[in-house]
Every structure is written in C-alpha cells, then in structure tokens.
C-alpha cells in the first residue's frame, strides 16, 4: 500500500526555521517525483518543490526559491524540506505527494492535479 507521512511541522517565529520530513512507504522512489504542497485557509493548494527521485532534480517556485531547500534519502526513503527565513504568509497545512516521473505536464511540474497520492499534512504556523 502506498503512504506518504509529514512530520516536522509546529509553531515557529518569523525568520526561524523548520524541517518537513514526508516518509514514503509501499513504492521506492526511483521512479517518481516526490512534491511539497502547501494550502492556506481560504486558498488553493499551492505547489512549492519537487525532486526526482532517481537523479535528484529538483524545482523551487519563486515563492520559496533561496529560503526552501528539497533533498532525499533513498535509504530512508524520506524527502526532506529545510524551511528557512520563515514568514507569517509561509503558514499553511504543508503535504508531500507523489506522480510518475514522467506523468507531469513537464518533468518538474509541481501542479497539485498531477500527483496522485498524498499525506495527510502537518500544520506550520509562523508567528509574527
């Protein structure tokens, strides 16, 4: 069965940081683009970054790009995403999920519709 898991999310200040972790389970990672997602009350899931999981591509939207870092650990099958710099507008539900690698519009496409499996969440919540 496939799962994906985050954790890491909580109560920060602005500037401080956070790291999300999305656990995969029931498929390896070779094959699929491992995405970051993030949906504010009132607004649209929106799609932060992504990773190839077998050559290690990765794509930031200029929302994150320079504060946000995406990495992996095949062993682990995790996906991290180091959170740096935060903003009170950063605060939102964050979700991992996946697509095949070569299912998107493009190969580091980011749009929510195109990935297929989802976690659950987990809340991050920056103080001003």
């Known amino acids: 069965e496939v799962q994906l898991a985050e954790s890491g999310g909580g109560l920060v200040q602005a500037g401080g940081s956070l790291r999300l972790a999305c656990v995969a389970s029931?498929?390896?990672?070779?094959?699929?683009?491992i995405g970051w997602f993030r949906q504010a009350p009132g607004k649209e899931r929106e799609g932060l970054s992504c990773?190839?999981?077998?050559?290690?591509?990765?794509y930031y939207e200029d929302s994150v790009k320079g504060r946000f870092t995406i990495s992996k650990d095949n062993a682990k099958n995790t996906v991290y995403l180091q959170m740096n710099s935060l903003k009170p507008e950063d605060t939102a539900v964050y979700y991992c999920?996946?697509?095949?690698?070569?299912?998107?519009?493009?190969?580091?496409?980011?749009?929510?519709?195109?990935?297929?499996?989802w976690g659950q969440g987990t809340q991050v919540t920056v103080s001003s």
């Open positions: 029931g498929f390896s990672f070779a094959r699929y683009a």
């Open positions: 990773i190839i999981g077998d050559d290690g591509s990765t």
């Open positions: 999920a996946r697509r095949p690698k070569y299912s998107g519009t493009y190969y580091l496409s980011v749009v929510p519709g195109e990935y297929e499996y």
